[in-house]
């Protein structure tokens, strides 16, 4: 069975630290991976998303960057936080291939504290 | 930008009583999907619709999609005090790749 992993469940940074989020999938190949941000008591805003190792798709501009090194491996890095960038975030995947009608799965999320 | 918006943000209800939350979109949909998320956990995927049906079902959920209003419904009957969380209708584009949620529903049922 597939399943995905998401670590730390929670972190708290300082401003201007690096950051490094990473999501492993186990159980399939090929997964289309996202990265979603949720504010509190918001809905989920997608930040990226990969069809394919080396392939990274940004939906909005972020003091944020998502790599693929992996076909199973998704980070969301960030060389310099701010105070804005606090948040849950929460990687996700989907069977790739090319077929629609298909559920993201997702991980437990980390909430991000930067002080 | 989202591309769902839920109705209401919030709804709070007596056991037993029926839940119906709505969603809206903007643009043209391959399927809706609606999703729960216990407070600070993960989503969890409990029913999709395709552009081309009207309704679903499984279980106590119920889902409309009217997609020449680019609107759909989840109806939740006989709710649980267990029901309590946050519901999401999500919308996955044409094109297949991107899955996009909206701002959700804050669903409590007292018992």
């Known amino acids: 069975s597939q399943t995905i992993h998401q670590w730390p469940a929670t972190l708290v940074q300082p401003v201007g630290s690096p950051l490094s989020l990473e999501c492993t999938v186990e159980?399939?190949?090929?997964?289309?991976l996202y990265w979603y941000r949720q504010a509190a008591g918001r809905g989920l805003q997608l930040l990226f998303y990969?069809?394919?190792?080396?392939?990274i798709s940004s939906e909005v501009p972020q003091n944020l960057s998502a790599s693929r090194p992996q076909d199973r491996q998704f980070i969301l890095s960030s060389k310099k936080l701010l105070l804005s960038d606090s948040g849950f975030y929460l990687c996700?995947?989907?069977?790739?291939?090319?077929?629609?009608?298909?559920?993201?799965?997702f991980g437990q999320g980390t909430r991000l504290t930067v002080v | 930008s989202q591309q769902g918006e839920e109705d209401p943000q919030a709804l709070s209800i007596q056991e037993g009583e029926n839940a119906t939350m709505n969603c809206s979109y903007k643009?043209?949909?391959?399927?809706l999907q609606w999703y729960r998320q216990n407070s600070g956990r993960g989503l969890v995927h409990l029913i999709l619709?395709?552009?081309?049906?009207r309704e679903k079902h499984s279980g106590r959920l119920r889902v409309t999609l009217d997609t020449s209003k680019k609107s759909s419904s989840l109806l939740i009957t006989a709710s649980r005090a267990a029901d309590t969380a946050s519901y999401f209708c999500?919308?996955?584009?044409?094109?297949?790749?991107?899955?996009?949620f909206g701002a959700g529903t804050r669903l409590f049922v007292k018992a």
């Open positions: 996700a995947w989907k069977l790739g291939g090319g077929n629609m009608n298909t559920e993201a799965f």
């Open positions: 159980g399939t190949s090929n997964p289309n």
């Open positions: 999500a919308t996955v584009n044409t094109g297949g790749f991107k899955t996009i």
């Open positions: 990969s069809v394919g190792i080396g392939q």
């Open positions: 643009t043209s949909i391959n399927n």
């Open positions: 619709i395709r552009s081309n049906e």
